[in-house]
């Protein structure tokens, strides 16, 4: 069982630090097993504590101090000072000036398998510091709201580690005896420690440069391992897109002579915004179009921006306290899925980000672990990187973008950056500079960052044939979360236009006012609510609602498959369109599990495959969004929408759709496919990415025919693509279907990309994810393949992690197999990386909405992991919690 020194943090509990620490000198001697770190702090009280205590606590783990230092005195003896497990307290320091704290202690890098301080990847050393990790490397105040000015030396072996990097300009270098050398970095912003960073290593670098709008030239450089040096001219080409789209829409530039990007192997999330040193996990950086597919160099494009961005709305501007994080991450996600939007297609961007909330961050939301956007407690913050403060945080910055309009947003974004440069805030101080801005009031809008779960907001119409108007009448309600029974009416912006019964636009004219439009956004800030439209036709208008997703909410208004179907092929708003087509496959689906639940005959209804059928013959523009509108919804989202999860009817109901659509419509996929199986080494323009979204989205249709021409298609392509995207979607038909080489496939794709150790993480996830019925089977053998490595945390997420989150049929054998699988690797984890082993919790929580028999199996695991000795408060608090 845990020990007993976990505790509860509350914002409630805030106070100012006591202390101010205003320059940091740090000096690194490097060594793989013994590094030593010297710290020089210039300190003093801090005028805005209340405190009176004469004594210093500063953080600090797992760390061998060797001497304290206080204002060039002797050392202090050890009745000046006590030592904890996570903390150094100084008995008394000055009270009335400045002063000068020295602390030199060791820390083992090789030993951290945590994969937070300072660590080894590879033969190269590198940190991670957010969110606690800087007191792993020294003593320290780890707190955001403290900031300084760092100086660092680093100090190594020239041979083993001729790169050293740190935040800032490289101020001065030198060499020493014994084969060292040392470099120092000075970064001249004030910053909190958690965006400290240094790295040394034998590392190759792609450089380029890029002039700012004032004229400044700024030097990038990216590092990688020498292998990987000919995967780095997309990343440099995305950061390059991403600070003139900073300028452009944000008018924010780049603010030191140098921008750093280190790709590591092992990394515990994708990456980190470090000032002017961000630290990647190599999947976000590296890619050659043999080797990564297009959604790859998408995501890679995205993080990229995401840490870019992250230099105005984290850095120059940062939290608080822990609790404000969506106040950087909400915000930053908003600005990279904007840039993503206007790089590739808005249209698909949104859907893929909508896709993601809807499907894994209401669950969140709706499950034993929901918190708000900004949470009230928490045990580990690692816990709260969460997809209700990252993605719902994102959807509640839109929200005001959506309230104040893009220019009013920009002003509001103006003013946020010229009111609080170079401070630590707070989520209110944004919305408040968004209300200065616009002379707007938010009071009722704040309710979105403290109130958790997902609210629900169904609608009623009323047309009345005479006097040709319509009455919408909308109420929102929000079922209670963990400790918040009763839940307060949000301000909800709900988009809206109308349509005529021949597909064109019905101008919106509201109650009261004198002007009509395409479409209105109707502010719901009550229980309940209704907004009447005026001088309609003479036939009940078509309500498209929720256009773009303007809310993060569930809708419930009831819809037949025909007006569905209208939507489909009428809906000017993209985004509501391709919903018309999801909500019409999930009503069949729904049907389908409720007749395989009762032993009926599964039949798909006719009206589905002929809209299906008119889109796959209408002629499109963008083939991405075409390939989205030809998409089912996953089973994790059917899930969602259900009470109770019946993971085995799911898959049968919605397995039958896609052999149904495919027996039926075998030419249309057929002649699809093939005028777009051209010979491509894999460019990244849209044209090109769209061809082969739309021809494997076919292939994956066809290969459930379980037809030797079509098998061969695959194994064709899967040995001749000259492209990942094309080669990967090959292999996923033959591993996902019954195929006779299906070995021998797998087999061939692993020699040839042995080498490649993010090609190898798609061969495992592959695998896991696989609905074949040897699948568990393979996973357990795959755990003893001599790539696999329970260190690298890349790979677990391959293996363990698709299986536990991309494979519901098999994770969740009614037999518990899968669950007693991963809970034992969650208790192996636990020891290695407690961050990584946390997350794999993720996959049990929600066991209330499962059958008893499984409750019992999933909860029955859930307690083997409170239970094992020495489980840390990162595994503790997400199982605990969700056993409450
Ligand atoms: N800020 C980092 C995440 C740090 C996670 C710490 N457990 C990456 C990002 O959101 O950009
Ligand atoms: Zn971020």
Redesign the pocket.
């Known amino acids: 069982m845990r020990d007993a020194n976990l505790h509860t943090i509350y914002l409630k509990d805030y106070t100012a630090p006591e202390y101010l620490i205003h320059n940091v000198a740090l000096n690194f001697v490097l060594d793989e097993e013994k590094t030593r770190v010297t710290s020089r702090l210039t300190m003093s009280r801090n005028p805005a504590s209340q405190s009176r205590d004469q004594s210093l606590t500063l953080a600090g783990e797992n760390l061998i101090l060797i001497r304290i230092n206080l204002n060039d005195g002797n050392d202090l003896t050890e009745e000046q000072y006590q030592l904890t497990h996570d903390s150094l307290i100084i008995n008394e320091v000055p009270q009335q000036q400045n002063f000068i704290l020295i602390i030199e202690n060791l820390i083992n890098p090789k030993a951290n398998t945590a994969l937070e301080g300072l660590y080894l990847s590879n033969s190269m050393l590198c940190t991670q510091c957010?969110?606690e990790g800087f007191r792993k490397i020294t003593y320290f105040l780890d707190r955001p709201d403290v900031m300084a000015k760092f100086t660092t030396t680093l100090v190594a072996d020239k041979n083993r580690y001729p790169v050293l990097l740190s935040n800032g300009n490289k101020v001065d270098r030198g060499e020493l005896p014994g084969n060292l050398h040392w470099v120092t970095w000075e970064d001249p912003f004030n910053k909190p420690c958690y965006l400290f960073a240094l790295v040394a290593g034998r590392l190759e670098c792609l450089e380029d440069s890029f002039t700012t709008l004032s004229g400044r030239r700024i030097s990038l450089q990216i590092f990688v391992e020498k292998q990987d040096i000919d995967k780095c001219g997309h990343a440099m080409q995305s950061l390059k897109n991403a600070m003139r789209w900073d300028e452009k829409v944000y008018g924010r530039e780049y603010d030191l002579d140098l921008y750093m990007i280190v790709a590591v192997s092992h990394f515990?999330?994708?990456?980190?915004?470090n000032k002017g040193l961000n630290v990647f996990n190599t999947k976000f950086v590296l890619a050659r179009p043999d080797t990564a597919t297009d959604s790859d160099y998408e995501h890679i494009e995205g993080v990229i921006g995401?840490?870019y961005f992250?230099n105005w709305t984290g850095n120059r501007i940062t939290c608080r306290d822990w609790f404000q994080l969506s106040l950087k991450?909400g915000f930053?996600v908003f600005r990279d899925q904007e840039f993503t939007g206007d790089r590739t297609s808005k249209a698909v961007k949104r859907i893929e980000d909508v896709n993601m909330l809807r499907t894994r961050q209401f669950a969140e939301d709706a499950g034993p672990l929901a918190h708000p956007v900004r949470p009230e407690s928490y045990i580990e913050i690692?816990n709260f990187?969460t997809l209700t403060v990252?993605e719902k945080g994102a959807e509640v910055v839109r929200m005001i973008h959506t309230l104040l309009g893009a220019e009013g947003f920009r002003k509001g974004s103006d003013l946020y950056f010229e009111r609080h440069d170079g401070q630590a805030v707070t989520c209110d101080d944004f919305i408040k500079a968004m209300e200065d801005a616009n002379a707007a009031d938010l009071k009722q809008f704040r309710r979105w960052y403290s109130q958790a779960g997902t609210p629900v907001v169904s609608v009623q119409q009323h047309y009345d044939q005479a006097t040709k108007t319509l009455a919408l009448t909308l109420r929102q309600s929000c079922p209670p979360t963990p400790g918040q029974a009763v839940k307060e009416p949000l301000h909800i912006p709900v988009r809206i236009g109308l349509l005529n019964s021949d597909g064109s636009i019905a101008s919106c004219l509201m109650q009261g006012t004198n002007q009509a439009t395409e479409e209105v956004i109707l502010p719901l800030t009550q229980s309940e609510q209704s907004f009447t439209f005026e001088n309609l036709p003479a036939s009940k208008p078509i309500l498209s609602i929720l256009r773009g997703f303007s809310a993060p909410v569930k809708l419930v208004l009831e819809r037949s498959l025909e007006e569905l179907a209208f939507l489909l092929s009428y809906d000017r708003d993209t985004f509501n369109r391709w919903e018309a087509g999801q909500q019409l496959a999930g009503q069949i689906i729904s049907g389908l599990i409720a007749d395989v639940q009762q032993g009926r005959e599964l039949q798909v209804n006719p009206v589905f495959i002929k809209a299906f059928k008119q889109v796959l013959e209408q002629a499109w523009d963008d083939l991405s969004y075409f390939s989205l509108l030809l998409s089912l919804p996953s089973e994790t989202y059917l899930a969602e929408q259900m009470q109770f999860i019946d993971v085995e009817a799911i898959h049968k109901a919605r397995e039958c759709v896609a052999l149904t659509l495919a027996e039926q419509l075998q030419a249309q996929f057929k002649t699809l496919y093939l005028a777009n199986n051209r010979e491509e080494s894999g460019q990244f323009d849209a044209g090109a990415i769209g061809r082969r979204r739309i021809k494997n989205t076919c292939l994956g249709y066809l290969g459930k025919l379980e037809n030797k021409e079509i098998q061969e298609w695959a194994t064709t392509a899967q040995n001749t693509a000259k492209n990942m995207t094309d080669q990967i979607a090959a292999l996923a038909v033959i591993v996902n279907n019954p195929h006779p080489a299906r070995q021998s496939c797998l087999d061939n794709f692993y020699r040839q990309w042995q080498a490649e150790a993010l090609v190898i993480d798609k061969w495992f996830a592959l695998q896991a994810s696989s609905p074949m019925p040897d699948t568990f089977a393979k996973v357990l053998s795959l755990m003893k393949h001599p790539a696999f490595d329970l260190k690298n945390p890349n790979r677990v997420r391959a293996l363990i992690g698709a299986f536990s989150q991309a494979n519901p049929l098999h994770f969740h054998a009614a037999n518990g197999q899968g669950y007693q699988f991963l809970a034992d690797q969650i208790i192996a984890l636990n020891s290695l990386n407690p961050?990584v082993a946390s997350r794999m919790v993720n996959a049990l929580t929600s066991w209330r909405r499962y059958d008893k028999a499984r409750q019992e199996l999933m909860t029955a695991q859930l307690k083997r992991i409170i239970s094992t000795e020495a489980i840390s408060g990162d595994v503790y608090e997400v199982a605990s919690k969700s056993l409450l």
């Open positions: 957010e969110a515990n999330m994708g990456a980190m915004e995401h840490e992250h991450e930053t690692n990187y990252y961050q």
